[in-house]
């Protein structure tokens, strides 16, 4: 089976833990068998390896979220970079061209793509594979999972199959419709669409080359900006006749909001928390490495991590976005393909952060304009390279780079570094990227 | 007006922000006329002045406090410090023999006793200002003043006047009645006791010689930690005949729990904070550098600070003791009389803490057996000693000090550092401390 898995953007609707640079689809929360926590996209791509451990699977996402992907997944993982965010149409011809041009997928195999950020449980990897089987219709060109609904939303679109068979011909879609149009489209059948389909390579891949003037994938990838911004939905589906629609009856959430989330959550409390005996329906989700008491609290979410605390009423956490959008914050978290960083010292004229680099694993040789930066090791071994000198390194060794100083540092085991950052302007973007010179 | 304020010990009912370091009357919260938050110490101490600027101030204190009350209110005023906590009375004596023998206030003096915690308005002073002239009276040894009660609390102590004047002989006392006993005591005219009383210097003096066997206040101070625990009320106040209380209707609040603290603030958000429009009476109080946003929230009270966060609606915040003492936690921010000190990282081998000197002060030159520190100088000026070696310091510069070397440094403008501490056993009792060497 080849999936494609779409990996939004940012999700500021849940802050704190999301944010800008960190998506729902990265935030662990999902306690698993051996009482670890994992994301959304790690149990996405664990049960699809598990119901079929050949499946190929391709991660369509922006740039930003490649470093998170590889360190939450592993580099087993296929990713289709968008260069820039140019709606569903472009991302899913660019992933279909990358699974023919990069992983050679024949043009007669099926591919079924959905989005990373649902929370389903096994039967949904089976209903997928059903799916990718279902595309090999000779007559159909497009097949759709549908939902069974479980209440008349108002939130998703509708689509109205021809009969009420498992399988059946697509009659017509119906965009977000009021409750009382969704009670009507239910009677009739209507399932939730919740954007997971399916198509022969061949299909999407003949559509691009028609609407899009390129050779292969990375022709494609290199005038990705100058496309233009279109739905999938828009430029395929509004214009196909042959579509059919399976429906799934078992278990899909959206977890777009803390309300949501919690819901699915095992346990009422992740992290450092305390409730007391008259908390109800109350969750805690804290990151941070000092507790939270909790009293008296009903029917509340409270989240915390780096970026900021959030108390919430449950029913009033889906409207948190505009007053997280009001917050301009540094960035206080980000992962990275080599580990990660947090902030824990913030004054006018320097920064200073825990860096956690996974053994073996090394940051890219760099230089900064305008600061100086100190490291101290306070964990494990591996080598620093300041301008071409390499120096091995453990716990209380110290290494100073003035500002134009190209440095790096290779983790050998696991290593944990508290650098200052010194100067008048510290910004992420002051950086140049090097080769280490041999 | 010679004042002694008690000043007592740990307080786990304002945790997060106070602790078993810091005690409510630190906790920075009521904001002056100048917009700057100041503490209930604080705010005591300056109004004293303000009414009579020639008082002699003494806090009776434990010696862990001592560095916050000078780092606070400045070295102008005096501390007693009892070298253990024994109760009421012999604290008393101890400060007693303090005004006399080192501040050499004479016996005919009289000398006004209050907590330094209540919250109070500037009439309380002008009021202990009489209650100090009361206590020259030749007949009465002591004079008291009581508290208008505002409803029948079961949580005070009553004084019972023999008649309904301003000043009245004192006719009995009624330790913590029920509601229904408070009510008739209140038709009687009975008062709050407040622990605000006066007495002529000379008074105390003569029955703390009788009681206990010293010579003067350095004896005292000497064999305190021999001393039997006892209340003054059980030494002084149950023995004495000769008591009037006088009647005092102004503001008087005890903010002991976090429902009566966030009464008396101006301003419902103390730090970075953001309530939605759904949120009714309710107060944020945030130490941290990260914002909280509180979402539909009704009658709730969030604190936050290096320590932890309390999430708790108002009327449970008074229970939140019995939880507060099961967490078990490194203390996380603390008061110095050179400045402060915050931990920002914390792993199994090492602990970082962002260290501030206030300009032109000094820690003690120490050195530490199982540790090895670096610090890095991220903004000031100063000058740093190890093993006997001067070095003037400024941003940027980083001093190593391995375990056992003697070090410190002065700090010549405000001065901030990033302290890494490096060992198996970090621990705050691994110090030694020393006289720098000329």
């Known amino acids: 089976m080849n999936v494609i898995l779409l990996s939004g953007g940012s999700g500021k609707r849940l802050w704190p833990l999301s944010n800008d640079i960190r998506s729902k689809q990265f935030i662990k929360i999902f306690k698993n068998k051996n009482g670890k926590y994992?994301?959304?996209?790690?149990?996405?791509?664990?049960?699809i390896k598990k119901v079929n451990n050949e499946s190929i699977i391709t991660v369509a996402t922006a740039r930003s979220q490649v470093s998170t992907i590889y360190n939450q997944i592993g580099k087993d993982i296929g990713i289709s970079i968008e260069p820039c965010r140019k709606d569903t149409f472009p991302a899913i011809a660019l992933a279909t061209a990358y699974l023919h041009d990069v992983k050679k997928v024949d043009l007669n195999e099926t591919v079924v793509v959905c989005?990373?950020?649902?929370?389903?449980?096994?039967?949904?990897?089976?209903?997928?594979?059903?799916l990718s089987d279902l595309a090999k219709s000779k007559y159909y060109n497009l097949s759709l999972m549908g939902i069974t609904p479980t209440y008349p939303s108002e939130k998703y679109g509708y689509i109205i199959p021809e009969?009420?068979?498992?399988?059946?011909?697509?009659?017509?879609?119906?965009?977000?419709?009021?409750?009382?149009?969704?009670?009507?489209?239910?009677?009739?059948?209507?399932?939730?669409?919740?954007?997971?389909?399916?198509?022969?390579?061949?299909?999407?891949?003949?559509?691009?080359?028609?609407?899009?003037?390129?050779?292969?994938?990375?022709?494609?990838?290199?005038?990705?900006?100058?496309?233009?911004?279109?739905?999938?939905?828009?430029?395929?589906?509004?214009?196909?006749?042959?579509?059919?629609?399976?429906?799934f009856s078992g278990q899909w959430k959206d977890l777009g909001t803390w309300n949501t989330l919690t819901e699915s959550m095992d346990e009422n409390i992740i992290g450092k928390g305390i409730e007391s005996d008259k908390c109800q329906n109350t969750?805690?989700?804290?990151?941070?490495?000092?507790?939270?008491?909790?009293?008296?609290?009903?029917?509340?979410?409270?989240?915390?991590?780096?970026?900021?605390?959030?108390?919430?009423?449950?029913?009033?956490?889906?409207?948190i976005k505009p007053y997280v959008e009001k917050i301009k914050q540094q960035i206080m978290f980000s992962e990275k393909s080599w580990g990660s960083y947090r902030v824990i010292d913030l004054q006018e004229e320097s920064l200073t952060i825990l860096v956690t680099l996974n053994s073996e694993s090394c940051m890219k040789y760099?230089?900064?304009?305008?600061?100086?930066?100190?490291?101290?090791?306070?964990?494990?071994?591996?080598?620093?390279?300041?301008?071409?000198?390499?120096?091995?390194?453990?716990?209380?060794?110290?290494?100073?780079?003035?500002?134009?100083?190209?440095?790096?540092?290779?983790?050998?085991?696991?290593?944990?570094?508290?650098?200052?950052?010194?100067?008048?302007?510290?910004?992420?973007?002051?950086?140049?990227?090097?080769q280490i010179e041999k």
Not at 119 to 127: H, K, S, W
Not at 283 to 295: A, D, R, S
């Open 283 to 319: 969750h805690i989700v804290n990151e941070l490495n000092i507790p939270i008491l909790c009293m008296g609290l009903k029917n509340m979410v409270v989240a915390a991590s780096a970026e900021g605390i959030l108390v919430s009423d449950k029913e009033q956490s889906s409207y």
């Open 163 to 247: 009969n009420k068979k498992e399988v059946s011909k697509v009659k017509m879609f119906k965009e977000k419709p009021n409750v009382e149009i969704a009670k009507k489209c239910i009677e009739q059948g209507a399932l939730w669409n919740g954007g997971i389909f399916a198509y022969k390579l061949r299909y999407v891949l003949d559509i691009a080359h028609k609407l899009i003037d390129f050779k292969d994938y990375n022709d494609l990838f290199n005038k990705y900006e100058t496309l233009e911004k279109i739905s999938f939905d828009y430029a395929i589906v509004e214009k196909e006749e042959k579509i059919q629609v399976m429906r």
């Open 366 to 434: 760099h230089s900064h304009d305008f600061r100086d930066e100190v490291w101290t090791i306070i964990s494990g071994t591996g080598k620093a390279i300041v301008d071409g000198i390499e120096k091995t390194v453990k716990a209380g060794d110290i290494i100073t780079m003035k500002a134009g100083r190209k440095h790096t540092i290779i983790a050998e085991t696991e290593l944990k570094i508290i650098e200052v950052q010194l100067g008048k302007e510290i910004n992420v973007n002051d950086k140049h990227k090097f």
């Open 38 to 47: 994992e994301s959304m996209i790690q149990r996405m791509y664990k049960n």
């Open 115 to 130: 989005p990373v950020d649902p929370y389903v449980e096994e039967e949904y990897f089976r209903a997928l594979e059903k």
